[in-house]
């Protein structure tokens, strides 16, 4: 059995892993697109050939690990694609959205490369690429047996809880005579997550594709947590007469964030200020999130039961209209902005960051990982300039963390969740989905757990086990 990364091998985004089995099945586990400045060259080129891949495993709905779906699909994928029932009723919005970004920020790109007398960009997909993508999904439930093959390859998901839907994949794969056992656990998400469930144990695995993105920190206590995003809010809103911008995944971060809010204002410790959910897509999920209760903790459930909702209170407002979320940008009166993405790399946070960035008053706060060469990234790592849409704006903004609203495991729980696994079978770990140095870091940590043979792979790195 071979293994190749062609993604988030020492990087974060575009998870991609391809499987070949001693029989030759080709097996590809997550498609994402490459997030961030200089990644053109990456999702144009897949490292393999679209064609040769026989089935898509999913783990979850989030661009870096679906992104690219539809380009796999352009360029020749056949399909099945296999993913949970709540992960394929996020695509239906997440692909069409991305393929709607992709077509406006070539258009805009190209607009500006005409001028300069540059070769035009080739669009990755567009949206009938997505919709013949979206043909070819095929949900299956948590702890369900399918079958990749003929007597090869036994796959189940269980919940990872990282978003609704997420999973971690269980492949036994038939190889020269035997059965090999392998995890991929997705992104990992929090046992104590303000929304989902904990996340699964799994059985033993022979090998496991494990990520890292946390994999040198640990998030702020819990319990502080409401205190802190009040402070905030306080200090911005209140103190400051200013707008507090919070870029989000539209997908479980907004929905967190609401929650919290929520909570809040049902305590009467929330300022009677406009919220707003400047994201359409954040809206269409937040839909979906209520129609898959069945994937809440309890406390929600309860709270819920006893407030009625925890996604609606007085002063927010959903934003779907384009001239609407062109209006904030015009009002001086204080607010709270929760806009996707969360890595601020496209969508309509970009704009309200590029509006609000040289103005004191404003604070932009950070609520979950962002790559170093995002432009989330490069505000939270203290860039004092920074290039939004081909022009220099000076940071004069705020700009704040408040990492435990994260949906990503830190290092303790993410070796919380491999602690079900006996370390000394786990034939190899392979850290995948984190910066090297934070990779670094966990090895260390998970070689003092027992797991002494692990591996960091490199972009495209072939390995046979």
Same mark, same amino acid.
């Given at each position: 059995m071979q293994l190749q990364f062609h993604g988030a091998a020492r990087i974060v985004t575009g998870s991609k892993h391809l499987i070949t089995t001693d029989l030759g099945t080709k097996i590809l586990l997550d498609c994402g697109l490459f997030q961030g400045i200089q990644t053109d060259d990456l999702n144009q080129n897949f490292g393999f050939d679209p064609r040769e891949v026989d089935y898509l495993v999913l783990s979850h709905a989030h661009i870096d690990h679906s992104g690219l779906i539809p380009?796999?699909?352009?360029?020749?994928?056949?399909?099945?694609?296999?993913?949970?029932?709540?992960?394929?009723?996020? !695509?239906?919005?997440?692909?069409?959205?991305?393929?709607?970004?992709?077509?406006? #920020?070539?258009?805009?790109?190209?607009?500006?490369?005409?001028?300069?007398?540059?070769?035009?960009?080739?669009?990755?997909?567009?949206?009938?690429?997505?919709?013949?993508?979206?043909?070819?999904?095929?949900?299956?439930?948590?702890?369900?047996?399918?079958?990749?093959?003929?007597?090869?390859? #036994?796959?189940?998901?269980?919940?990872?809880?990282?978003?609704?839907?997420?999973?971690?994949?269980? !492949?036994?794969?038939?190889?020269?005579?035997?059965?090999?056992?392998?995890?991929?656990?997705g992104d990992i998400g929090r046992p104590e997550d303000q929304i989902l469930r904990k996340p699964d144990t799994f059985p033993q695995a022979d090998f496991i594709i494990c990520e890292s993105t946390y994999g040198d920190r640990l998030h702020e206590a819990q319990p502080d947590l409401q205190a802190h995003l009040q402070r905030i809010v306080h200090k911005c809103c209140v103190e400051d007469r200013g707008k507090l911008i919070i870029p989000a995944f539209a997908v479980d971060r907004t929905q967190e964030l609401i929650y919290a809010l929520d909570r809040l204002s049902s305590a009467g410790r929330l300022p009677r200020i406009p919220v707003y959910i400047d994201s359409p897509l954040a809206i269409k999920a937040t839909a979906i999130m209520k129609a898959n209760e069945q994937?809440?903790?309890?406390?929600?459930?309860?709270?819920?039961?006893? #407030?009625?909702?925890?996604?609606?209170?007085?002063? !927010?407002?959903?934003?779907?209209?384009?001239? #609407?979320?062109k209006a904030i940008n015009d009002r001086d009166e204080p607010c709270i902005i929760i806009s996707a993405s969360g890595m601020a790399e496209a969508g309509r946070v970009k704009h309200?960051?590029?509006?609000?960035?040289?103005?004191?008053?404003?604070?932009?706060?950070?609520?979950?990982?962002?790559?170093?060469?995002?432009?989330?990234?490069?505000?939270?790592?203290g860039e004092k300039n920074v290039r939004i849409f081909g022009q220099d704006y000076e940071v004069r903004a705020n700009i704040q963390s408040l990492e435990s609203f994260s949906a990503h495991g830190d290092y303790n729980e993410m070796i919380d969740f491999l602690s079900c696994q006996d370390a000394s079978r786990v034939q190899q770990l392979f850290l995948v989905h984190g910066e090297y140095d934070t990779q670094t870091a966990f090895k260390l940590k998970l070689q003092r757990e027992g797991f002494d043979r692990i591996h960091i792979p490199e972009m495209h790195e072939r390995v046979v086990v």
């Open positions: 380009r796999l699909v352009k360029q020749g994928f056949k399909g099945p694609i296999y993913c949970t029932h709540a992960t394929a009723d996020l !695509l239906q919005i997440m692909l069409m959205d991305s393929a709607y970004i992709q077509e406006k #920020d070539v258009e805009r790109i190209n607009k500006r490369r005409r001028r300069q007398g540059r070769e035009q960009l080739e669009m990755l997909y567009d949206s009938e690429d997505a919709k013949r993508a979206l043909d070819m999904l095929k949900p299956v439930r948590y702890g369900q047996n399918f079958q990749l093959g003929k007597d090869e390859t #036994d796959v189940f998901f269980t919940d990872a809880a990282h978003i609704i839907g997420s999973a971690a994949v269980h !492949l036994n794969i038939k190889d020269s005579g035997t059965f090999k056992k392998l995890t991929f656990t994937c809440f903790n309890p406390d929600i459930l309860e709270y819920i039961e006893r #407030d009625g909702d925890a996604f609606a209170f007085p002063y !927010l407002h959903y934003v779907s209209d384009v001239a #609407d979320s309200h960051i590029k509006n609000n960035i040289e103005k004191p008053s404003t604070t932009i706060l950070f609520v979950g990982y962002a790559a170093r060469h995002t432009l989330a990234g490069q505000l939270k790592y």
